[in-house]
């Protein structure tokens, strides 16, 4: 198991941001990531490869995979309208439910 609980947590400055949590170690101080998006973040998603990336989706309508480990953004993709939802289909696809009702893979 990768071994850490990640968070989503609004900003003071609204932006849509994570806190990861080491749950082997209770006691360690916990990592902010940056800022990942400038609106909430509403859905979430890790690698079903269990190496450690992270796909989320935000209400500024962008989906975004980002390295846990290294905190890299690796993929930034513009929706048509607010991300409600994401999910991995297999280790190279992935599918986001958007505010407008449509589904985008």
Same mark, same amino acid.
């Not at 990640?6 to 940056?34: E, I, M």
């Not at 975004?64 to 480990?69: C, E, G, S, V, Y």
């Not at 930034?76 to 696809?93: E, G, K, M």
């Given at each position: *198991? +990768?071994? &850490?609980?990640?968070? #989503?947590?609004?900003?003071? =400055?609204?932006?849509?941001?994570?806190? $990861?949590?080491?749950?082997?170690? /209770? !006691?360690? /101080?916990? !990592?902010?990531?940056?800022?990942? &998006? *400038?609106? @909430?973040? $509403?859905?979430?998603?890790? #690698? @079903?490869?269990? =190496?450690?990336?992270?796909?989320?989706?935000?209400? !500024?309508? *962008?989906?975004?995979?980002?390295?846990?480990?290294?905190?890299?953004? %690796?993929? #930034?993709?513009?929706? @048509?309208?607010? %991300?409600? #939802?994401?999910? +991995?289909? !297999?280790?190279? *696809?992935?599918?986001?439910?958007?505010?407008?009702?449509?589904?985008?893979?």
């Amino acid at each position: *198991t +990768w071994g &850490h609980l990640v968070v #989503s947590r609004q900003q003071a =400055d609204g932006q849509g941001g994570l806190v $990861k949590l080491n749950c082997a170690l /209770p !006691d360690a /101080p916990f !990592d902010t990531l940056p800022s990942l &998006h *400038t609106r @909430p973040i $509403k859905a979430m998603a890790l #690698s @079903p490869q269990a =190496d450690g990336l992270l796909l989320t989706g935000s209400l !500024d309508a *962008t989906i975004r995979l980002t390295t846990l480990a290294s905190h890299s953004q %690796v993929l #930034s993709l513009n929706a @048509p309208a607010p %991300v409600w #939802s994401v999910r +991995w289909l !297999d280790r190279h *696809t992935l599918v986001a439910g958007m505010a407008n009702a449509t589904l985008q893979a």
